[in-house]
């Protein structure tokens, strides 16, 4: 079995926590039940709602609904971006 791709993302702005910020996350793509009641859609597009939706579920260290909805808009941007990443096929990564 391969390895599951990841990305990291370093924080702009750390996410504070009381045993210490978080200034990096490492995403993994997600598997389809992870995706459920979401768009794929809408994670293509950056929404919001479905990205803050997702990183709880994918993200190490493990962030709450909460606190991907308090991230730094540019944060929440660019795990956006590596999430939409891991939905494309090979062949479009190019």
Known sequence: MSKQATAEVELDSPIKRDGG???????????SGELRG???????????????????????????????????PADLVACGGEISSFLLPKRLKG
């Open 21 to 31: 910020d978080v200034t990096t996350l490492t995403l993994r793509k997600p598997m």
């Open 38 to 72: 979401l768009s794929l859609a809408d994670l293509l597009n950056l929404e919001v709602d479905a990205i803050t939706r997702v990183l709880p579920r994918i993200s190490t260290p493990v962030l709450t609904e909460q606190e991907a909805r308090n991230m730094d």
